[in-house]
């Protein structure tokens, strides 16, 4: 049985290493296009490319795995039974469980490796990756920039022409950062340098146009040369300062360290809200008393009744304290929504994390007996197959991040429930394929034959 076992790992890993290298090839290489815009003629060392595309490939690389599990133990075992070797394992008292065991070995082990990739690897790369954007945004700004597209950067939305060896036609800047100001520059060309301590832009043959709401006045401005700097630190890319992580850039200390923060004061919200009630209700209280006896000396001459004097700057206080404590009870009613939020897409990271992973698991125990039934280990086939899955787990993964976001669905089951529909599926088949004489055909019916059956 021992031979048996190294014989399926043998023959998963051939399939794997060409599929993973297929997958990861072809998702880089359509990265890489879609981004190609980007490095051309832009003057960027060869270095900062590789660097760029390297911290890219994590990700295209947590997703490849699982996919390429799939497909090589489609082809696989669907050799193995295209061979009749299933069938002779089989007749000398060989189970279909029994051939699961290896399967189930490789997919842990890639399992117990993507884990650590997902949880601290990957989160390292896009950190390296935000990093690495904002150095290149801050020795080549232009390189951000994209001819004939609105361009939201640097606080300004700006719009270019041609571009041509770094200098850019027929630009327009729209900066409404200043409420009152509403400015508009137009300018024939134009190039944008980086500074020490900032960006530069010159601007040449164009107009200045203010049009200030406040007064109502509108101004236009012609010069044949305009400078407009903008301070690293106006736009969050000083390079002394460090880079706030996000969740996908996040480990899983990080993020567990984030959600107990989140919990302490999601916690503190509850105690305050219950305090902040109970001091409502005292005041309202006494608010209604004192108001009481505002009525009761109403027809006492005011000026002479010291009392009612006393009473009505009481009551005034009163209702200050009780509008106080409205703002603040609403204020945390807005916190408390964002703060669990934030708490649920955290989690959803986390099981995202290691859900993927764990579909490695899950797409063994669907491979072997789609490649079973099919009896055809070409890769054209599996890669159909593998792909129809795939699509419909990717679609339980998107929609349930978002659902788990919005805070609709719980982040555990957002995250899993792609996991247990296929593994439900996979059983299902497992069952149809441990059958006797049960096969399934892939290939599509010849024209010639169709036409056999109509005559």
């Known amino acids: 049985m021992k031979i048996i076992n190294k014989y399926i790992f043998r023959e998963l890993i051939t399939p794997f290493c060409l599929s993973l290298f297929i997958i990861l090839f072809v998702l880089i290489t359509q990265f890489f296009?879609?981004?190609?815009?980007?490095?051309?003629?832009?003057?960027?060392?060869?270095?900062?490319v590789l660097k760029y595309l390297l911290f890219n490939s994590a990700w295209i690389f947590s997703l490849a795995v699982p996919m390429a599990v799939l497909i090589a133990t489609m082809m696989a075992f669907g050799r193995l039974s295209s061979d009749n070797e299933i069938s002779a394992l089989k007749s000398s008292g060989i189970s279909y469980f029994n051939l699961l065991k290896p399967a189930i070995l490789f997919g842990t082990l890639l399992m117990l490796f993507m884990v650590p990739f997902n949880l601290w690897i990957l989160p390292e790369m896009n950190y390296n990756h935000k990093i690495l954007t904002q150095k290149v945004s801050r020795q080549r700004p232009d390189i951000q920039i994209q001819e004939y597209q609105k361009n939201d950067l640097f606080g300004k939305v700006i719009y270019v022409g041609k571009e041509n060896k770094g200098t850019f036609n027929n630009i327009t800047i729209f900066d409404n950062n200043n409420i009152n100001n509403n400015i508009t520059i137009f300018a024939k060309?134009?190039?944008f340098k980086s500074l020490d301590d900032g960006i530069l832009f010159?601007?040449?043959?164009?107009?200045l146009h203010n049009f200030n709401?406040?007064?109502d006045e509108y101004q236009k401005t012609y010069f044949e040369n305009y400078q407009i700097s903008i301070p690293f630190d106006d736009i969050n890319v000083n390079p002394n300062n460090k880079l706030l992580r996000n969740d996908r850039e996040m480990n899983i200390q990080a993020l567990l360290k984030k959600i107990n923060l989140k919990k302490n004061k999601v916690s503190i919200i509850n105690k305050m809200q219950l305090e902040d009630s109970k001091q409502l209700k005292l005041f309202k209280n006494k608010e209604t008393k004192l108001?009481?006896?505002?009525d009761s000396l109403s027809n006492i001459q005011q000026t002479e009744n010291r009392n009612y004097n006393d009473a009505y700057i009481d009551i005034n206080k009163t209702k200050d304290i009780i509008s106080n404590l409205g703002i603040k009870i609403g204020n945390n009613k807005h916190l408390k929504p964002q703060y669990l939020k934030e708490i649920n897409k955290s989690y959803v990271e986390i099981h995202k994390k290691i859900a993927l992973p764990f579909a490695c698991l899950i797409f063994i125990l669907l491979g072997i007996p789609l490649g079973i039934i099919s009896k055809n280990g070409k890769f054209s086939?599996?890669?159909?197959?593998?792909?129809?899955?795939?699509?419909?787990?990717?679609?339980?993964?998107?929609?349930?991040?978002?659902?788990?976001?919005?805070?609709?669905?719980?982040?555990f089951l957002s995250m899993w429930a792609g996991n247990f529909f296929v593994g439900i599926v996979a059983v299902y088949l497992f069952n149809i394929s441990a059958k006797e004489n049960f096969s399934f055909n892939f290939k599509l019916l010849?024209?010639?034959s169709l036409l056999q059956k109509n005559k």
């Open 446 to 448: 010849s024209i010639k």
């Open 189 to 191: 060309s134009g190039d």
């Open 381 to 411: 086939i599996n890669i159909v197959l593998s792909l129809a899955f795939i699509i419909i787990y990717w679609a339980f993964i998107t929609t349930g991040e978002y659902l788990a976001d919005e805070g609709k669905l719980n982040p």
């Open 291 to 294: 108001q009481s006896i505002l």
């Open 202 to 207: 010159n601007l040449k043959n164009g107009s």
């Open 213 to 215: 709401q406040k007064t």
């Open 33 to 48: 296009i879609k981004h190609i815009d980007r490095f051309l003629g832009k003057g960027l060392s060869i270095s900062i």
